[in-house]
């Protein structure tokens, strides 16, 4: 089973403005003025140099919002939202298999946010004759919603208009789907108008997609139910958009989590791999980069006698093999 | 998870020994809370010795925002001081130690609240 993530930035797109990208050049420039004499005469040196810099500054957790890709056997595909992510998740796609070898696309949708749903007018296998995407969520509005998106006079192109085959398919908590090889359960989460997390398991792996889930402390039966969700994941998508003290104070009920209790609900879990996700558009890289190494921190605090739990951090590109 | 209050002349100062994570953080609001029914407008401050505290999750930094709203509604003054490293990181991670009042020292503590 492998993971691809598309997009991982929470509520809209962002990117790198060019004042930024000089201050980066510049602090690159400044790094490499101090590199030992003969480093970056060859072309290996200089690789070796770039990839020896902090991910902040030789790369970027990059800006498209929620879109996550997952591959099983028989080479099915799944995807896990439709945020801006999936334009460059269906270039590929274009890239690989053209018009002539139609594909199925799974499509799973936490939830109707315009953040989770606005790259579907831009994922080009929609456009293909012959493809196929079956979009499933818990949502009773779920196509409506698709479809409004797609109509005038938001988006020009209306959603009558697409010539691959689209399917809507509500699912329900409670229950486990086989779905492309998949096993596949929904949990419902706190979120404005609700959300919900996908479990999807295969071959005795297990990826969880938990974003724009808000986890009330106070709650135990749900703090329960979760780590129950959360069971034994080899990696879980985990929505850590705001620090702890944000969450529980000034940014209590927006419907997000921290990074901290990311990591104490995948110990309780036994969860083998944590991914922060669905970034705060107001966290540039530097940030992301030191909320990884705090939460790692965390861990490593927190953990006591159980096994280690791997804290990565999701960016825009980034691929996971379990 | 155990609460002591001891005898001070500027300020209600309580000790906090023990963890303070999901299953003890209700314990240690309880424990709190007549220490913080005291902690208003008038009183002397109070400050939480956390010099015995040697873990706290994110459920025992729920309880201390908690109590911090509660003291400032009164008009109270609460700070807590004296911790032990790995705790004052947690505090630095989950940036509470930007809205509620942390101390390296006791002295430093009672300069600023007393």
Known sequence: MQVQFWGTRGSLPVSLNAEQLRQRLLSVLEKAAHAPAGTLDTAVGRAGFVDSLPFAMRGTYGGQTPCVELRGKDDATLICDLGSGARGLGNAKLARFGPGQPQTYHIFISHLHWDHLMGLPFFGPLYIPGNRLVIHGCHAELEAAVRLQMSAPGFPVDFSLVQGQVEFRLLETGRAYDIAGFRVEAMRQTHGGDSYGYRFEQDGKCFVYATDSEHKLDQEEQWAACIEFFREADLIAFDAMYSLSEMVSVKADWGHSSNMIGVELALAAGARRLALFHHDPLNDDASLDRLLEDSRRFEAMSRSRRPPLEVISAHDGLTVQL | ?114
């Open chain 2, 1 to 114: 998870m155990e609460l002591e209050a001891v005898v001070h002349p500027k300020a209600n100062l309580v000790m906090v020994r023990g963890r303070i994570d999901h299953g003890s953080s209700m314990t240690f609001s309880e424990l709190l809370h007549p220490h913080l029914e005291k902690c208003k407008k008038g009183n002397p401050p109070l400050i939480l010795n956390f010099s015995g505290v040697d873990y706290i999750s994110s459920a025992g930094l729920r309880a201390l925002m908690i109590a911090t709203r509660f003291a400032r509604n009164q008009g109270g003054r609460l700070g807590i001081a004296e911790f032990q490293p790995l705790v004052r990181e947690v505090f630095g991670i989950s940036r509470f130690d930007l809205v509620i009042p942390c101390f390296d020292t006791l002295e430093a503590a009672l300069g600023e609240l007393a």
